[in-house]
């Protein structure tokens, strides 16, 4: 059976990636930059495994900008394919931390690319690379964007997304790497983290039902994102490396919103009227935005067989009921509708 290497394995995508390989049959080695003081929350069920000897899942500790480790680990744990996550993902964070942004992601992508080039030359071995593209590269490019869209980055998390995106092309072009980009638009689910919007949203929601605030504070609500579950989007990145060319996917709903649907439906679901709690705040913007994503994943449905299973109503409503759960309530049920009334 298979082994894959897993980087940035503690995040929504890593958690759900592994699970997905697990699955599959896989032994399945995770890369974490920590693993003390809750980082792993995600992976507490895979690391509670009870029986030894049936473990297949492996957590690793370390930093891909360390290049001997990096080199070390690939070598020790032979992966038949290696899925890049490793980031600092929150694109507002990336304006405060532009440097750091761009050593993790666009430095570290081509550590990860050349070790994992040096250790295919030295053994012989070919390893399959995802690499965690993202629509952010579109940036301010009109929807739909699909795979001939030119990117136009806003952000320093865009910028640093798009240097790992043509280092892997690179690496693909001149030493023959089955080396996949894929462009991801925004996925989401009860694990994501706290600071991106859906589920600051849906936590925020349950809160207030709670009675333990009242106020939610957020920027820019004017713009409109393409949101799909993380669990549709982790088998994206499989099937594209079963694939028999390595190629670049847009992964995509097809569908955009705007942050007003996504209160509507959170707070609905809380029995709540959203404009009664909402606040604009200056301090939640970012200096500047990206407007419109809506990806065209038809490449994927052709050539992959992918399609998205779970859409945007029913992907907030399960954030909800995971939010308002861990509050010990549940959500205000939909009214039925009535019986429609047979005529003669
Ligand atoms: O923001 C606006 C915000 O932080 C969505 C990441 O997975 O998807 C994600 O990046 C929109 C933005 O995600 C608040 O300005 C308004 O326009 O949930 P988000 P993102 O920036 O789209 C891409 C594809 C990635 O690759 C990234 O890694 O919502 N917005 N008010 C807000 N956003 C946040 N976070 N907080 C607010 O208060």
Redesign the pocket.
Known sequence: MKTALITGVAGQDGSYLAEFLLEQGYTVHGLARRIEGGAIWRLAPLLAESDETERRFFLHEGDILDAGFLRRLIDETQPDELYNLAGQ????LSFVQPARTMAVIATGTAMVLEALHAHCRASGRQVRFYQAG???MFGASPPPQNEDTPFHPRSP?GVA?LAAHNATAVYRDAYGLFACNGI???HESPRRGE????R?VTLAAARIAAGMQDRL?????S?R?DWGHAADYVRAMWLMLQQEEPEDFVIATGQSHA?GELLEIAFGQAGLDWRRHVVADPA???PL??DH?CGDAGKAARLLGWRPTIGFEALIAEMMEADLARLGLQPVQAAQPAPRLMTA
């Open positions: 993902s929150h694109v507002g993202s629509s952010e998390y997304k991801l638009f925004n600071n991106f919007v859906t600051k504070a957020l920027g820019d609500l713009v994102r942050i939640c913007r970012r935005e990206v994503l």
